[in-house]
């Protein structure tokens, strides 16, 4: 069974600073992994997403992740933090074993300080 | 081309009574999942279905059940509410579904409050 740990429910930086959010996952086949973005009272938005092609994958709004099979790793950066990037951050996995089930991680709520 | 649509966007049930929530997919999906989102258990896979059959099913009791329609719309009913089922309710489609790779486009959510 896959799984998703996000260390850290909470992060703060101050605004033009480095955002790196961290995921981890547990699968027994080779994953694909989503990051997706919850602002308040909205639904999920995708950020970017891993399927193989590229371990760098760049995604909306400057973020971009980096796998790392061998720290079975999949962490979410972005150079500089806006204001409007506050929200919710989730991690996601899914397999070939689980259809279109995601598997998410419990979330990292980022606030970005002026 | 118009995202997914969810209705009704709150709803205030007590407990004992039933509900069913809608999702239309964006146009040309056939791939429908639901999950439910609590502050205590997070986001939880509910079901998917695809041509009108429930492919997958997460780990919720039967009183959590699915349809799918011809035209690829959904709906979830929930009987017998309990407290517990207060929850944001999101519906995803994707276009072909199955294929763990398949980007899934969520709705603004249903959000259910039990009293």
């Known amino acids: 069974a896959q799984s998703v740990t996000q260390l850290g429910s909470h992060v703060s930086v101050s605004e033009g600073a480095l955002v790196l959010l961290r995921c981890n996952y547990s699968?027994?086949?080779?994953?694909?992994l989503f990051w997706y973005v919850q602002y308040p009272n909205q639904g999920l938005q995708l950020l970017l997403k891993?399927?193989?092609?590229?371990?760098l994958v760049k995604g909306i709004n400057g973020f971009e992740a980096e796998f790392k099979k061998s720290e079975t790793s999949f962490h979410l950066t972005k150079p500089s933090a806006h204001m409007s990037d506050a929200a919710e951050y989730f991690c996601?996995?899914?397999?070939?074993?689980?259809?279109?089930?995601?598997?998410f991680g419990t979330g990292t709520r980022l606030a970005v300080r002026p | 081309k118009a995202g997914v649509t969810q209705t009704p966007r709150y709803l205030i049930k007590t407990r004992g009574q039933q509900v069913t929530l809608s999702c239309s997919p964006i146009?040309?999906?056939?791939?429908v999942s639901w999950y439910q989102q609590t502050p205590g258990q997070g986001l939880q896979f509910l079901f998917e279905?695809?041509?009108?059959?429930?492919?997958n099913k997460g780990n919720f009791p039967g009183r959590f059940s699915g349809r799918q329609f011809s035209n690829s719309r959904s709906e979830m009913n929930v009987s017998t509410l309990e407290l517990g089922d207060s929850a944001l309710y999101l519906c995803?489609?994707?276009?072909?579904?199955?294929?763990?790779?398949?980007?899934?486009?969520f709705g603004p959510g249903t959000r259910l409050l039990v009293l």
């Open positions: 891993y399927t193989s092609a590229a371990t």
């Open positions: 279905y695809f041509s009108e059959t429930q492919r």
């Open positions: 699968s027994s086949v080779p994953p694909y």
């Open positions: 996601a996995v899914s397999d070939l074993s689980s259809g279109d089930k995601l598997t």
């Open positions: 995803a489609s994707s276009r072909r579904g199955g294929g763990a790779q398949e980007t899934q486009y």
């Open positions: 146009s040309g999906h056939r791939s």
